[in-house]
Antibody, heavy 119, light 108 residues
């Protein structure tokens, strides 16, 4: 059974760095073909893919906030970590992590965590 | 980047109606398209992958079709649980994935 759960601060100040952790079970990020991605959703708005890390440490980023994003993994801890620098109120959103494998889309999602950016 | 355009943005329908949602890609995505359903406060749920493959456990009233740049999600007979927001997503490119703007299906 695959499960994912996001954790991190619920409130950050503008210009601060956000660090979110996705802790998962039921799979390993060292298994060939497996990836964990991050997707966000501002309140009342659409989903936006941010980043993805593969089992082989290949990393992909959305062009939009690319320079502000870093994704890493800790295989031994079953975690994927997203860091976003220079946070702005427009980054207020629910942040989801999700699992994919092979040529499938994201088929397992965490419950999401709401991050508010405000002074 | 590949842009995904969904239509309509809102759709009013009644239980039992046949509903169709369209997603257009800015270039061919060769059927690498998924559809998700999202209820308020919940994570998206995968319904369809590879444009027309039904995810395990998803009711057969959901179907997907299309090719190239044009894709559709059809709900053959709308049920109360189906009032939700639907998103398409292209996953053709290995390095970037994009979602449509969403279609909210509301009660007429």
């Amino acid at each position: 059974q695959i499960t994912l759960k996001e954790s991190g601060p619920t409130l950050v100040k503008p210009t601060q760095t956000l660090t979110l952790t996705c802790t998962f079970s039921g799979f390993s990020l060292s298994t060939s073909g497996v990836g964990v991605g991050w997707i966000r959703q501002p309140p009342g708005k659409a989903l936006e893919w941010l980043a993805l890390i593969y089992w082989n440490d290949d990393k992909r980023y959305s062009p939009s906030p690319k320079s502000r994003l870093t994704i890493t993994k800790d295989t031994s801890e079953n975690q994927a970590v997203l860091t976003m620098t220079n946070m702005d109120p427009v980054d207020t959103a629910t942040y989801y992590c999700a699992y994919k494998t092979g040529d499938r889309p994201f088929d397992y999602w965490g419950q999401g965590t709401l991050v508010t950016v405000s002074s | 980047d590949i842009q995904m355009t969904q239509s309509p943005s809102t759709l009013s329908a009644s239980v039992g109606d046949r509903v169709t949602i369209t997603c257009r890609a800015s270039q061919s995505i060769y059927s690498w398209l998924a559809w998700y359903q999202q209820n308020p406060g919940k994570a998206p749920k995968l319904l369809i992958y590879k444009a027309s493959s039904l995810e395990s456990g998803v009711p057969s009233r959901f179907s997907g079709s299309g090719s190239g740049t044009e894709y559709t999600l059809t709900i053959s007979s709308l049920q109360p649980d189906d009032f939700a927001t639907y998103y398409c997503q292209q996953y053709y490119t290995y390095s970037s994935w994009t979602f449509g703007q969403g279609t909210k299906v509301e009660i007429k």
